[in-house]
């Protein structure tokens, strides 16, 4: 299991969507899968229930697909929020921290409604905040960061595939 973590738009589904089928094996998003047990949007359910009981179901969720072998997961922004999460993805794959600074987040989300943790009145101040309190769980779970910044989505898959291939680790089909 390879798995991708970082802040909200730092690339994760877009560029595991693309190292999986790099490497021929399955791509699995936790939040879509989490949608998928909720029959509601991530967003929705956190208006209705809170985040805490979404940490809840997240955590399940993360224990579940963390234990395919042969896969690439994208995991939601928050999921080092938990320390069974950080532990079931250290120690069941490779973790790839796709580090991304606020203020280039914040350009690419600042029209997204999707995100309800970036639903306030100062969202660089709050992608700040995250990335202030996160970037340590962050980097604790990871195996491998890599800097975002500009490099185009190949060019990420590329440095990942490279990073798991000296490392020994590069799980294919």
Same mark, same amino acid.
């Given at each position: 299991?390879?798995?991708?973590?970082?802040?909200?738009?730092?690339?994760?589904?877009?560029?595991?969507?693309?190292?999986?089928?790099?490497?021929?094996?399955?791509?699995?998003?936790?939040?879509?899968?989490?949608?998928?047990?909720?029959?509601?949007?991530?967003?929705?359910?956190?208006?209705?229930?809170?985040? /805490?009981? @979404? =940490?809840?179901?997240?955590?399940? *969720?993360?224990?579940? &697909?963390? +234990?395919?072998?042969k896969c690439v997961l994208s995991t939601g922004g928050g999921v080092v929020l938990r320390s069974p999460n950080r532990?079931?993805?250290?120690?069941?794959?490779?973790?790839?921290?796709?580090?991304?600074?606020?203020? /280039?987040? @914040? =350009?690419?989300?600042?029209?997204? *409604?999707?995100?309800? &943790?970036? +639903?306030?009145?100062?969202?660089?101040?709050?992608?700040?905040?995250?990335?202030?309190?996160?970037?340590?769980?962050?980097?604790?779970?990871?195996?491998?960061?890599?800097?975002?910044?500009?490099?185009?989505?190949?060019?990420?898959?590329?440095?990942?595939?490279?990073?798991?291939?000296?490392?020994?680790?590069?799980?294919?089909q």
């Amino acid at each position: 299991m390879i798995g991708l973590i970082g802040l909200p738009g730092s690339g994760k589904s877009t560029v595991g969507r693309q190292l999986a089928r790099r490497l021929q094996i399955p791509f699995f998003d936790s939040d879509h899968v989490i949608e998928q047990q909720l029959g509601c949007s991530i967003r929705s359910f956190f208006e209705r229930e809170g985040e /805490e009981r @979404f =940490r809840d179901i997240e955590e399940s *969720v993360i224990d579940e &697909l963390t +234990q395919n072998q042969k896969c690439v997961l994208s995991t939601g922004g928050g999921v080092v929020l938990r320390s069974p999460n950080r532990q079931h993805l250290r120690e069941r794959g490779k973790v790839v921290y796709l580090n991304s600074l606020p203020d /280039e987040l @914040f =350009r690419r989300l600042r029209h997204d *409604v999707n995100r309800p &943790l970036l +639903q306030v009145a100062d969202p660089l101040g709050r992608l700040r905040e995250m990335y202030t309190m996160r970037d340590p769980l962050y980097r604790e779970t990871a195996h491998f960061t890599i800097d975002t910044g500009r490099p185009s989505v190949a060019t990420l898959v590329n440095m990942i595939v490279m990073q798991l291939d000296l490392a020994g680790v590069t799980p294919r089909q």
